[in-house]
């Protein structure tokens, strides 16, 4: 245990506080069980990192350490944790929960016979909470962190602090509001990098080997994740590679499951639960055109990769400028709000407002009889009435 102490104190001492992601002041801490949830690569443990060290001035009654250290390979979690609560600690932060064996009950007899501790936890966002074996659904509070919205990358790179914007103050005041932040910065002197590779933080340790880094960080989610926590058989990922390879070389795109079926040679049903296995763990969204019921598996009716970074990634070499700003638009909205594919334009959002998405000259044409019905255009600094830069969707969180 003295060592975990010691591992504990050297990262505190060199986690950076330039910049902490707007979700950690939005989480109770207070609460007796927190999960955070999130794809590899987002940031999970740098925040867990910075909370301990921007609350806690004496780490005596505080303990971070992360699941995977060896440590855990012949030592048990409860006895760690019975000895930390003995000797007073009280604020235990758990990281990477997912790697350590039978974890949902662990983290259940914690809860329930140390009465006295305040326990976080990180995990995949393959995490189950509702439907693990011990159920954690009524104990944790559960969020979800996901990778860098525009505004969070122009405050790491430009050192520009913009607040969140809400969709309803977008909609109605996007005049003022572009105005505003373009008399600051110019938001297309970074926007076209923040597409390719600023969705990921890990852009902070060097640019030219960010790609790399992706597809190290797929791999992972592929090729441990999914046979850790979804019990995929290890001979069947390679054909859940081909299926994201044939959905990053046309997303987003609707896709024809008796095809796709054919060409990996699986069944209809089990690409289905595959396209929801690549959506739990933050690689694709599936779009449909009606809200979906709870735990049906339905064939989509369009497919993105999650972000821009991935088109860029798993995608053509020369990757469909329309494609991406689609994706860019789907990412961004979906963070908060419900969005729906729709046959009249590209987006229904809320099952109220309607998005059209494309270059500077996009005209109002298609849905101009539509109400609350929107233009969301590249290419321009300033919005007019309707017609709302797209760029500005990147303050929503």
């Not at 506080?17 to 999970?44: H, S, V």
């Not at 910075?50 to 005596?60: D, G, R, S």
Request: aromatic residues 14%; proline residues 3%.
């Amino acid at each position: 245990m003295e060592k975990l102490t010691e591992l504990f104190r050297k990262k505190i001492a060199s986690t950076n506080m330039d910049f902490i992601r707007n979700l950690e002041a939005q989480i109770n801490w207070k609460a007796r069980l927190i999960c955070i949830r999130g794809a590899r690569g987002t940031g999970k443990t740098t925040l867990m990192l910075q909370h301990i060290k921007k609350t806690f001035k004496n780490l005596e009654k505080v303990i971070y350490v992360s699941l995977d250290n060896l440590y855990f390979s012949d030592h048990s979690l409860l006895d760690f944790v019975d000895s930390f609560a003995k000797h007073g600690g009280r604020f235990l932060f758990l990281d990477e929960v997912h790697k350590y064996p039978d974890w949902s009950r662990t983290i259940k007899n914690i809860y329930d016979d140390y009465p006295e501790l305040h326990v976080a936890f990180t995990g995949s966002s393959l995490l189950e909470i509702l439907n693990a074996r011990s159920d954690l659904s009524r104990r944790a509070l559960v969020y979800n962190l996901q990778g860098l919205s525009f505004r969070e990358y122009l405050k790491l790179t430009a050192d520009a602090d913009f607040p969140i914007l809400t969709l309803d103050e977008i909609l109605k005041k996007n005049e003022k509001l572009s105005a505003d932040i373009v008399s600051k910065i110019k938001p297309f002197e970074f926007f076209d990098d923040y597409l390719k590779f600023g969705y990921y933080p890990y852009f902070l340790e060097g640019i030219d080997d960010y790609y790399t880094r992706l597809n190290e960080t797929v791999n992972m989610i592929l090729e441990v994740e999914l046979p850790l926590l979804r019990k995929v058989e290890v001979a069947y990922i390679g054909k859940i590679k081909k299926l994201l390879s044939a959905i990053g070389k046309s997303a987003p795109f609707i896709p024809n499951t008796t095809e796709l079926s054919s060409r990996i040679q699986i069944a209809r049903q089990t690409l289905l639960q595959y396209f929801q296995y690549l959506e739990e763990s933050k690689l694709i969204f599936q779009v449909f055109k009606k809200s979906r019921g709870l735990g049906n598996l339905e064939k989509p009716d369009k497919i993105f990769l999650e972000n821009t970074n991935l088109m860029y990634l798993l995608g053509d070499i020369e990757t469909n400028e329309g494609n991406v700003r689609e994706t860019f638009a789907f990412n961004q909205l979906s963070h908060s709000h419900e969005v729906l594919f729709s046959e009249k334009s590209d987006f229904f959002v809320d099952k109220k407002f309607t998005f059209e998405i494309g270059g500077k000259n996009k005209k109002r044409k298609q849905i101009q009889d539509i109400p609350n019905s929107y233009i969301l255009a590249d290419d321009i600094e300033f919005g007019t009435d309707r017609r709302i830069p797209l760029w500005l969707l990147g303050f929503l969180y």
